[in-house]
Each structure stands twice: as C-alpha cells, then as structure tokens.
C-alpha cells in the first residue's frame, strides 16, 4: 500500500494585521484581557474583494512550487472551510479554476475547525487505494466576515488565512501513519451560524437578528475542547505503538492558547513539541494547523523522519487527528 507523503507545504496571510488596540477602539474590551485568556495579540484580515479562493489557491500555489508539481498533475484537490467563496459551488472548484486545471475531482469539507484534518483523510484514503496520485489538501478562511464585529464574546477571537499541503502516494515508511476523526452532532448549538441555510433561509429576513453571525458559549467550548484533543491525541499516539516522547511536533489547532497549553501539559509535552502562533494569527479554523505546519516547514524545524502529530476541534462539535512521519 503506498503512503499519502506530504511532499510540499503553502500558506497564504492577509497584509492587514489588526491587533488587540484596534479592538479597543472597536468593542469593550482590553489588550489585558484578551492576551490573558486567550494569548492573541493580533490577527490578520483579508482585504476587501480578497476571497477565501484567493488565499486558498495562493497557499496552494506555495505548496505546489515547493514540492516542484504542475497543477496538471493534481488529480484531487479538498478545501476544508466554513468561510467559502459561496455557499455552493465548492471553494475547491474555485482554486481548481484558478489554478487552470479541470475535470480531477474538487469538494469542501465542513467540520470547522477540524476541517483541514477532516481534508486531510479524504485525500489519505483515496491516495492509500490508488483512486488519488496527488492532491492538494486545504484549510482555507475568512471568519472576519461571519464574526459579529459587536459581539466582544467572539470578534476578538478569530483570523483569517490558509495553508496547504501536496501529498503523494509514494511506497515506504514515511508518511500520513493514522487519521483519527469523531464528532457529537448533541453540541451544534455551541458553536454555529444560524443563518442563512434551509434553518434560517435569506428570504425569511434575519440580518436584524444577526443570523448571518457566528454564535459561541466559550465556557462549554471550552471544557469539551480540552478533553476532546486530549483524547484523540492519546487514540493517534497508541495506535501508532508510540508515547508522548516520540512526537518531534505536536500542532493543535491554534484556538486559544489556554486551551493549548491545558492539552499540551495533560498529554505531558514540553514547550519545545509545541507548535504555538495563536499570538500572532489569532483562530483560523480549519486553516490554522496547515499555516501552522508550513510555518515550522519552512523555519526548518522539520527534518525527515520527524513524527508529527495534528490534533483539531471545531464547531459540530468535531475533533480529529492526523499522525505523521515527515
Ligand atoms: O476552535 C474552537 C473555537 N472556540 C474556542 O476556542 C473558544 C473556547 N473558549 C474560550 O477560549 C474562552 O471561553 C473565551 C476566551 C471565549 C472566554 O474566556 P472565559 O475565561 O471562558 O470567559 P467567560 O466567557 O467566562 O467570560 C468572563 C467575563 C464575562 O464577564 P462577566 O459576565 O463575568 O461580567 C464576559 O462578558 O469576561 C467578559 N468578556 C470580555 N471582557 C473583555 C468576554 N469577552 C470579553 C472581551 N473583553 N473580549
């Protein structure tokens, strides 16, 4: 059986930063507060007329220069987002347009912020039987346009940006080793967009209400997120044979980073396994362990060899994990 090898990575971040100041300025809250409980201290916004499809097909020009493949020899391309271009057609279909090539297979995948991983699996699988050669798999976002920008609870949580990776079946050890995925449909309300789908249809009004906005409890996101990355981080180590000390680099989804150095101490990590730039970027959703991944790559803290572990949560709820010999 070949293995799914990533064998290029790409990320794409909007120029505008807007920092926890600038919130100051926009809603009640402080820079104190906000670097206390969450460790954020700026976020990046796509510009106006900047599109989800943008930053995913630039990652992913970046993923493709950097593992020397044609967009001609991708034959699956999967975006996992919340944010796309339209609620139908898929983004993927838009970065395959962009990127010039037609008629190889182009979907999303929705499972929020564990959408890159959720990608991730369907590209594995379908590399693993021989149906896939090579594909691009995507997390891509602009959560700044369904942040309700009056609600202090959410707006200063969430970025916007994409990452990338090429992968390609290839015979050997190295590799995707195991993906993981779960999700509890019984918490959807915790975290979700009311509008506009068949629940809350555009023609029923609703933009008075703020539908069309993101709506979260923190506090019980929180205490299932801790718990949901701490078990299947455990169920990716154990089926691999391996412990916590084989994990070269452990990227969990950068939410928050309470909530990363909770999951990171209860699996036993140290500082150096963790892979942190929720200061910086702010929750990206299903784009932030794909940036989070090309960052590293190319600081060059990944050498062939390296176990790496993704470890996700996200609204549904979902979480999944994808372990990795680079
Ligand atoms: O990818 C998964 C996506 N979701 C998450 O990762 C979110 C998980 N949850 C969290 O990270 C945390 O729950 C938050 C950071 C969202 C909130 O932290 P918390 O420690 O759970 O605070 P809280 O919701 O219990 O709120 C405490 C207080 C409240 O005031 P009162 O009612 O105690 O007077 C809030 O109104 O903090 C207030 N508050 C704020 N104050 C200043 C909430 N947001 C802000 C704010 N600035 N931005």
């Known amino acids: 059986m070949k293995r799914a090898r990533i064998i290029g990575t790409g990320s794409c971040i909007p120029e505008r930063i807007l920092t926890n100041s600038d ?23 796509a510009a106006e007329g900047e599109f989800t499809s943008d930053l995913a097909t630039a990652a992913a020009r970046q993923a493709l220069a950097m593992a020397g493949v044609d967009p001609q020899e991708i034959d699956l391309i999967v975006v996992g987002t919340i944010t796309g271009d339209f609620p139908w057609p898929a983004t993927a279909c838009l970065v395959q347009n962009n990127l010039g090539i037609r008629g190889c297979a182009a979907f999303d995948v929705s499972a929020a912020c564990s959408g890159f991983v959720y990608a991730l699996d369907c590209a594995v699988k379908r590399i693993e039987t021989g149906a896939s050669k090579k594909a691009l798999v995507i997390g891509a976002e602009i959560l700044s346009r369904i942040v309700d920008w009056q609600d202090r609870n959410t707006c200063v949580l969430f970025g916007d940006g994409a990452g990338a990776v090429v992968l390609e079946g290839q015979e050997g050890d190295s590799g995707v080793l195991s993906t993981h995925l779960h999700a509890d449909g019984s918490f959807w309300e915790l975290l979700h967009q009311p509008g506009f789908g068949s629940r809350f249809p555009a023609s029923d009004g609703g933009i008075k209400d703020r539908l069309p906005f993101l709506k979260m409890q923190g506090n019980e996101v929180f205490k299932v997120a801790v718990r949901s990355l701490h078990e299947v981080a455990v169920e990716a180590i154990e089926a691999n044979g391996m412990s916590t000390s084989d994990i070269d680099l452990f990227i969990p989804h950068q939410a928050n980073r309470r909530i990363l150095e909770a999951t990171a101490k209860r699996l036993g990590f140290s500082d150096e396994q963790v892979y942190i730039n929720v200061d910086r970027f702010g929750n990206t959703s299903g784009a932030s362990i794909p940036i989070a991944l090309d960052e590293a790559n190319r600081k060059g803290m990944i050498k062939e060899g390296d176990i790496i572990l993704f470890d996700a949560f996200g609204g549904g709820f979902t979480w999944a994990s994808a372990l990795i010999r680079w």
Do not use: K, Y
Request: glycine share 4%.
């Open 23 to 45: 919130l100051e300025e926009m809603v009640d809250t402080s820079d104190e507060w906000i670097v206390t409980r969450t460790g954020i201290r700026e976020r990046h916004l």
